[in-house]
């Protein structure tokens, strides 16, 4: 493995002329070499991969189709994608750090039942949860003081989606698993936001679980999966302006989703019959938009030139934010927009909280700002190596496997996979989903297990009987 990702980091360097390009190669090669999961589905590596996106897309893009971005025209774009590069190594570092310090306990002890839930039980409570996550969104802020608690819980839908993928994999239901996501699908693309992401994610995650590198109908059906987001992706970027205008201007297009079904239908037929141009065009936006480092190259190429580096006031003002809960300080100050710090250190006056709008700037930028190179690196080597040990923690000490994994699974995802969420954010989201998504599925982990520990008991039982009867009976049938 270790020949093969020098080998790809090589062969692009000399295929593109380009070493950049070849550094970005080796360095997704060591993700997926060195992230791979010791149970679940490969979600670390994935959520890197994202976060590789990130960093790297545009550089091939802009290779390959030699079609200009906003970053490779106005800004000093390589530099940024070598900081990039390097926030993307310390990433790997600080998981397997973490990963490797839950490790020293030794192994996980006890019985650790495989399933807690039925499949019918399964689908009841996805079914409740998918109903209801809406109205529950909407509530929760009437309670300032609780609203991220139960934002948070509400997360724990794509748990039980992933579950539900999960066994429609295993047993090979491929029908019911593509009406499942064409369903999801649709209840996402035809919100406010790209709901249409996480689910296919979690369809991806699932499959990858069971993913066998020898067989070719695997390979094909997650190629399927890539290309149907990319599409999605570039379909959205092309219709979402004129579709959330009706967001904002009609009320009863909110509640009526039959009519956001028929207006996107509508927009993404048009869509589909512009021309190749316009098409291209859209593919540039989608690529712009993925590829998140214009802002924070501008901002490395001002930061110390322009505007000196801020000695951990960005970091101090973050730790300060997380770390007064709502709850107990009601009068806290909404969060800043990302906008105000694009503004002052990229020097772009970009649209902000007037136009209902947060430019992404980045917690990697926030580092640059913060404390320069090198030691920009070390909070994210600390706050890697938290993650990687809460999320090998959570495979620790759960009982139950399948809500091990999925609790771990949908927790990594949403804590790893942007580049461009700032560190108030990146912290306030993974902390809320440790304490409130992942403490309730512990003690209902818990409860659940002691409620059917004797079944659990006899099961092994039961299983250990046979197997020590196995070699009599093979010696028996032989004579």
Not at 104 to 116: I, Q
Not at 126 to 134: C, P, R
Request: charged share 20%; net charge neutral.
């Amino acid at each position: 493995m270790t020949k093969f990702v020098i080998l790809a980091g090589v062969a692009g360097w000399l295929v593109s002329g380009d070493w950049l390009i070849g550094a970005c190669l080796l360095v997704l090669g060591l993700g997926w070499m060195l992230l791979q999961p010791e149970e679940g589905p490969p979600v670390i590596a994935l959520a890197f991969s994202m976060q590789w996106v990130s960093v790297c897309v545009g550089l091939f893009y802009f290779t390959v189709t030699e079609r200009p971005l906003d970053a490779t025209i106005h800004s000093d774009y390589r530099t940024m994608v070598m900081l990039g590069l390097g926030c993307l190594l310390t990433m790997i570092a600080g998981l397997r750090l973490g990963r490797r310090i839950v490790g020293l306990a030794g192994p996980a002890t006890g019985l650790r039942p495989a399933y807690a839930l039925t499949f019918k039980t399964l689908l009841v409570a996805y079914a409740v949860g998918t109903m209801f996550v809406g109205a529950i969104q909407n509530a929760a802020w009437d309670y300032p003081g609780l609203a991220q608690a139960i934002l948070a819980l509400t997360y724990l839908r794509l748990g039980l989606l992933y579950l539900v993928f999960r066994r429609l994999v295993v047993d090979n239901e491929w029908h019911y698993l593509a009406g499942l996501m064409a369903v999801e699908i649709v209840l996402g693309i035809t919100g406010y936001y790209a709901g249409f992401r996480e689910p296919l994610i979690m369809a991806a995650l699932a499959f990858l679980e069971f993913f066998d590198r020898r067989n070719v109908r695997h390979w094909i059906t997650i190629g399927s999966l890539v290309v149907l987001m990319a599409t999605l992706g570039v379909a959205w970027i092309g219709v979402r302006v004129e579709y959330r205008k009706r967001f904002e201007t009609d009320e009863k297009f909110i509640s009526n989703r039959s009519a956001r079904i028929d207006l996107l239908k509508a927009s993404i037929s048009d869509w589909a019959g512009q021309s190749r141009h316009e098409m291209l065009y859209d593919i540039d936006r989608f690529v712009d938009r993925m590829w998140t480092i214009y802002y924070p190259a501008l901002a490395v190429s001002r930061v110390p030139s322009v505007l000196p580096h801020t000695a951990g006031k960005l970091m101090a003002e973050t730790l300060e934010y997380v770390f007064e809960p709502r709850l107990f300080f009601p009068d806290k100050p909404d969060i800043k927009s990302d906008s105000e710090m694009v503004r002052k250190y990229s020097g772009v006056w970009v649209a902000g909280e007037d136009q209902s709008t947060d430019i992404a700037f980045g917690y990697a930028a926030e580092s640059y700002i913060d404390f320069g190179v090198p030691m920009m690196f070390v909070p994210m080597l600390i706050w890697w190596t938290f993650v990687g040990a809460a999320v090998a923690g959570i495979l620790r000490v759960f009982r139950h496997r399948d809500i091990a994994i999925s609790v771990a699974t949908v927790i990594a995802w949403l804590s790893l996979y942007l580049f461009e969420r700032s560190w108030a954010k990146t912290i306030g989201l993974s902390g809320t989903l440790l304490i409130y998504a992942g403490g309730l599925s512990y003690l209902l982990d818990l409860l659940w297990f002691e409620k059917f520990r004797n079944v659990y008991v006899k099961d092994l039982s039961e299983a250990t009987e046979s197997l020590a009867e196995a070699p009599m009976r093979l010696q028996t049938g032989s004579k």
